[in-house]
Every structure is written in structure tokens, then in C-alpha cells.
């Protein structure tokens, strides 16, 4: 038996597996096929404070061990959220990660006074990988003055008891600036990564394949991106919990994330193929710990810092 | 026996050619239910596959614990699929979506006009003989390119009580398309109730034919998937609510069957996302948002 709790801020989960935003909705169409009260967490996708009927399709195209999508955050707003998708979450006994999307500062901090404790929320996810309407649409995530802008206005509007979450995006220069940023703006911890902005052209057809022309990339094929700048993050800020994310299908992927730093781990596009994955996930991390003598998940954790020769 | 989605390993029983197509026949250990227009979600390539996505075909029949469905050999995973040999085994997640709704009430037991284009035909034998057993005359009418990519004629024949054949080619049946003939045979049989399966652009001019007769329509769409079971977004398509509200809806949980008067037909022949649909770009409190790792 391994001791599969991981901490995030102080907040203990009994496990360290996620779905990852985006990729499980909120948790109900799940529901149907694995027990989401046994993830350490649902996160839901990026909610906005109004509804928004997303981009125009097609939406989605299969790329090698990847995909391209451009949603555009289709969602019901946070009034319906809450009414419908948190009751939901709760009630079944799950534990909420809440991923947020704003276009202005001003929007990620009402949404964030929305989310206490009390409601059933374990954290907030910060979704910066979004225009700033206010600075021509510059994604907060890829300037650290907006990122922390973002995350000083969510940690001060949000339950002093809800750790709050960056999620960056991995299309940067310097992934460790933007993450000190976050960290001193007063994020708690940092979720890392978004997905990687891409491209397809048909060949048929001789134009892009998405409507949005850009999506993004992800799936197996990024996961190389994501152990790095899970490496790189932890080393320069080795006490900030990191949430690990980024084509994670196996035990042995998420291993690699815990090792190189990830303190829990998120399962996405890889439910799109096999929507039982998060608890598959689980139950081979645990037994991949176990067969390297790990008691507990927490020893594990930035473990491939740690060895030498 | 459950009419709820189920993810389960199924064995190939059979894969064979049925015209221009192919049958698959896979053994379920998780016996389920399922009403004509649901479709199966299949994984393809193997645990280790580089394609993530499954693959969504209606599903043609259910036989006790066997799954059979009629798929085209068109891309890398349908291909994977067709070398499949008995015995090897396929994850499969069904029934999923919204069936076709057979007439209840007083329209209970009214002749009822079936449209498939090409193996779009292949949920409506299922569909056929269950409305047969309610009472309702059945009428066919199927089209595709050519003789040889027509599906289920004979099947057709004997669950039909007329069966309406086109081909774009002539080579078998009237030349032209099944909205050519729609209209007359909407009139020669009474029907009310018009269910459809094939080409968007098929299932449009089927809506409007049968809006234009007095008849509703049901149309089961297809839309693009990436997951099936309602959690990536990707199907969506313009649709009418109940309350007057057009929201993108998606085709897998709330489809694939919906009724015709209720989709926002030039837009969904588009992709486009109707101005006043909720949440609409421009809308109030709605701002632009890129792409960018906004899944």
C-alpha cells in the first residue's frame, strides 16, 4: 500500500489524480463510466461569468499522439455553474477544482468572489491562457506583469481558504519568470501546462482545418513539453506545488510528471479516447510507486532532482 | 441488460464487405440495450495508439450480446478497424445519443417515411421494425452516388411497406436525389413523421421538405466527435430550444437525432455560430477569446 495523498497548499487530497480542465466537462457525462468521488479532484472546464457559445466548428482536428481543438470556452456562464455543475460535483461527493477564464482583471476577481469554500470548491485553477482585452488581446499568461495582475486580483477576491492556481502556458520564452510572477502575485501553486498553440492544413481542401485557424495541441505528443517546463518550474521554485498536466495516458506518464516535480497530476485529452482513464491512471501510479519502493506519493515527488550519478 | 453507456472490451466476431461498405460484428460480455439512432464510440490502434480519438458509427443492430455496425474504410482508424480478425478484441463505449423518437399519442401507428443517403440507411431497419410493431406503415426512400453505394435495399424491401430508390448516376432507381422524390412520396403515403440519416445537406433538404408538406422531421446528424459521451465540445451545431433559444448543442449527448424545425440549418451547413445564439460572440457581456489553449 502506498500512501497516495498529496497536499496542494495545505488542502490534502486523498490521491493525486485529475481530470484535466477542459477535458471532463464537469464531471457528470464521467460520472456514468468511473466513481469521480475517487479522483483526488474534478477539474471543470474554464468557467466565464457569462454564457458563451464558443467558436464556430469544425473544432477539433486528430493529430499524430495529439489534438488540435479551438472550443473557444463554450460554457453555461457562473450562474448555471453553480446552480447546476458544482451542486452536481458536490453532491456526489467529489472534490471541485474550479478553472476560471476572464478578459479582464476585473473579471477574473468577480468570478473568483463567487467560488468560496462554503460552496464546495477545493481550489481554483487560474485559466490565464486568454486575450487581455484591456492590452489588445495579449494572453495574461505570456507577459508576467498581466499574469500577475490576474493572480493577485483572484487571491485577494477569493476564500482566503481556496488555493488559488495558475495555469501557464508553455508557449513562452522564459516559463520560470512568468511562474515567479504567479507565485509572488500570491498564486498558491501553478498548473503547468495549457496547451501549445498549432496548426493543420488539409490537404484536400488546402485550407486550415479549424475553423478558429489556430488550436491547441495536446495529448501524448506535448508531454515532453510538459515534464520540462515541470522540471525547470520545480527547480527554480522547488516549494511551489505544482499540478502536472499534459498527455498523461499511462501510470508510468504520470509518474514521470510526479518526478520531475508534479505534486498531482491531470488526466485530459486522453479521456476523449478512454473515458475510465483518471482511475486507470490511479490504480497503475500506485502500483508503479510501489515497485520502486515508494511508501508514500509525496517521496516521489521532484525525486529525479534528487538523484545523482 | 442497461440502456446506460458501458466501456467494455468486445470481441470481433466477423469483418466483411456488404456492397461498398463493411459489417463488423463484435461480442459484448455487458449486455446493453439500445433504440435505433444510437450510436457506438470506438477506440482504435490499441492502447499505445497514435490516434486518441474514437471513431462514432450508428449502430446497426444489436442481437442479443452482438454489436454489428456498417462503416466505410476511409481514414487511418476505420482502416485499422477493417483488418481487425476474429477473436481480436475492441473497446467499445454504447449506446450513447438521443434516438429517434417513434409518433406517440394520437399520431401513434401514422405511416412514417425512412431517409437514408449512402450506409446512412443503417439505423433505419432497426428503426423500421420497431415502428412495424407500433402499427405504423413504413415507407423508404434511399439514395446515394451510385447502385453500388446504396445500403440495405433488400433489407429495405422487406421491412417496408415501399421502398423509393435514387442515384445521382441513374444506375439504379430514379436519377437525382432523394429530395427529388421526398415530396411525392410524403403525398402517396400520408406520412407525418419524416426520420433521416445521411449528408448535412441531404438532412436539410429532408427538414425542409417535410416542414413544407405539414410532416416534422427527424434527422440524425453528423457531426465531427472527439469523445462521444458529451465532454469535449467539439460536435456542436445550432439548435432551437424548447424556450426559443438557439445554443451550439451538442450532437452526441442531446443528438445524434434532432428534430429538424429546431436546427439552424445554414448555419450548421456553415459551422458558423448564429449571432443570437446564447453566449454568441458580440453578445452582451461575451468578448473575444482566441484559441489559445482554450480547450
Redesign the interface.
Known amino acids: 500500500m502506498v500512501d497516495m495523498s498529496t497536499s496542494l497548499s495545505g488542502t490534502v487530497l486523498p490521491n493525486p489524480i485529475m481530470t484535466a480542465?477542459?477535458?471532463?466537462?464537469a464531471g457528470r457525462?464521467?460520472g456514468?463510466?468511473i466513481e469521480v468521488a475517487a479522483l483526488g479532484a474534478v477539474v471543470t472546464?474554464?468557467i466565464m461569468?457569462?454564457?458563451?457559445?464558443?467558436?464556430?466548428?469544425?473544432?477539433?482536428a486528430?493529430t499524430?499522439?495529439?489534438?488540435l481543438?479551438?472550443?473557444?470556452?463554450?460554457?453555461p456562464?457562473i450562474d448555471a455553474f453553480l446552480e447546476r455543475d458544482l451542486r452536481w460535483l458536490v453532491e456526489a461527493g467529489a472534490r471541485a477544482v474550479v478553472s476560471i477564464?476572464g478578459?479582464s482583471v476585473a473579471e477574473y476577481g468577480a468570478l473568483a468572489e463567487r467560488l468560496p469554500a462554503s460552496a464546495g470548491v477545493t481550489a481554483i485553477e487560474v485559466?490565464i491562457?486568454?486575450?487581455n482585452?484591456e492590452s489588445r488581446?495579449e494572453?495574461f499568461?505570456c507577459d508576467p506583469v498581466a499574469a500577475g495582475a490576474v493572480l493577485a486580483a483572484v487571491r485577494s477576491a477569493a476564500d482566503p481558504a481556496v488555493p488559488v492556481f495558475a495555469?501557464l502556458?508553455p508557449?513562452v520564452t522564459d516559463l520560470v519568470s512568468v511562474a515567479a510572477a504567479c507565485a509572488e502575485a500570491g498564486a498558491d501553486g501553478l498548473t503547468l501546462i495549457?496547451?501549445l498553440?498549432g496548426m493543420a492544413v488539409d490537404p484536400v481542401s488546402m485550407r486550415p482545418v479549424?475553423?478558429?485557424?489556430?488550436?491547441?495541441l495536446?495529448?501524448?505528443a506535448i508531454r515532453p513539453v510538459a515534464v520540462r517546463a515541470i522540471w525547470q518550474v520545480h527547480r527554480a521554485l522547488p516549494a511551489v506545488p505544482i499540478m502536472g498536466v499534459g498527455g498523461v495516458r499511462t501510470g508510468l506518464d504520470a509518474l514521470e510528471l510526479v518526478l520531475a516535480g508534479a505534486a498531482a497530476v491531470q488526466v485530459?485529452?486522453?479521456?476523449?479516447?478512454?473515458?475510465?482513464a483518471p482511475v486507470r491512471v490511479l490504480g497503475e501510479l500506485e502500483a508503479a510507486l510501489a515497485e520502486r519502493g515508494f511508501g508514500k506519493l509525496t517521496d516521489a515527488v521532484g525525486f529525479a532532482h534528487r538523484v545523482t550519478g | 441488460m442497461t440502456d446506460?453507456?458501458v466501456?467494455q472490451l468486445a470481441e470481433v466476431i466477423d469483418v466483411g464487405p456488404v456492397g461498398a461498405y463493411l459489417e463488423i460484428g463484435l461480442r459484448l460480455p455487458v449486455a446493453i440495450g439500445f433504440a435505433p439512432g444510437q450510436f457506438a464510440a470506438l477506440?482504435v490502434g490499441g492502447p499505445r495508439?497514435?490516434?486518441?480519438?474514437?471513431r462514432c458509427f450508428s449502430i446497426y443492430q444489436i442481437n442479443g450480446d452482438q454489436l454489428r455496425i456498417v462503416f466505410a474504410p476511409q481514414g487511418a482508424g476505420t482502416r485499422w478497424l477493417a483488418a481487425r480478425r476474429p477473436g481480436s478484441a475492441v473497446?467499445v463505449?454504447a449506446p450513447l445519443g438521443t434516438p429517434f423518437r417513434p409518433p406517440v399519442g394520437a399520431a401513434a401507428g401514422a405511416p412514417v417515411t425512412l431517409v437514408g443517403g449512402g450506409y446512412g440507411s443503417a439505423p433505419l431497419f432497426g428503426l423500421a421494425s420497431a415502428l412495424r410493431s407500433l402499427g405504423s406503415p413504413v415507407h423508404f426512400v434511399l439514395g446515394a452516388a451510385t447502385a453500388g453505394r446504396l445500403f440495405g435495399v433488400a433489407e429495405a424491401r422487406r421491412f417496408g411497406d415501399s421502398v423509393t430508390v435514387t442515384t445521382d448516376d441513374g444506375s439504379a432507381g430514379s436519377q437525382g436525389l432523394v429530395s427529388d422524390v421526398l415530396p411525392a412520396v410524403l403525398a402517396a403515403t400520408g406520412s407525418r413523421l419524416v426520420c433521416a440519416c445521411g449528408p448535412m445537406a441531404m438532412l436539410r433538404a429532408v427538414a425542409d421538405l417535410a416542414t413544407a408538406a405539414g410532416a416534422t422531421a427527424q434527422v440524425a446528424v453528423e457531426?465531427?466527435m472527439?469523445?462521444g459521451?458529451?465532454?469535449?465540445?467539439?460536435c456542436?451545431?445550432p439548435v432551437v430550444g424548447v424556450d426559443g433559444v438557439t445554443?451550439?448543442t451538442r450532437s452526441c449527448?442531446d443528438g445524434p437525432v434532432f428534430d429538424g424545425a429546431a436546427v439552424r440549418w445554414p448555419e450548421a451547413g456553415?459551422?458558423?455560430?448564429p449571432g443570437d445564439?446564447?453566449?454568441?460572440?458580440g453578445?452582451?457581456?461575451?468578448?473575444?477569446?482566441?484559441?489559445?489553449?482554450?480547450?
Open positions: 480542465s477542459g477535458c471532463a466537462a457525462e464521467l456514468q463510466f472546464k474554464s461569468l457569462a454564457p458563451r457559445a464558443g467558436r464556430a466548428t469544425p473544432r477539433m486528430e499524430p499522439s495529439g489534438m481543438n479551438s472550443i473557444g470556452l463554450q460554457g456562464g477564464a478578459s485559466n491562457s486568454c486575450p482585452v488581446g494572453v499568461a495555469k502556458s508557449d495549457n496547451t498553440l479549424l475553423a478558429g485557424t489556430t488550436g491547441g495536446s495529448g501524448p485530459g485529452t486522453a479521456i476523449f479516447g478512454d473515458p475510465s | 446506460s453507456p466501456q477506440a495508439s497514435s490516434m486518441l480519438l474514437r473497446d463505449v457531426e465531427a472527439a469523445c459521451i458529451g465532454v469535449c465540445m467539439t456542436v451545431l445554443r451550439m449527448v456553415t459551422g458558423a455560430v445564439a446564447l453566449g454568441a460572440p453578445g452582451a457581456g461575451v468578448l473575444g477569446v482566441g484559441a489559445m489553449g482554450a480547450p
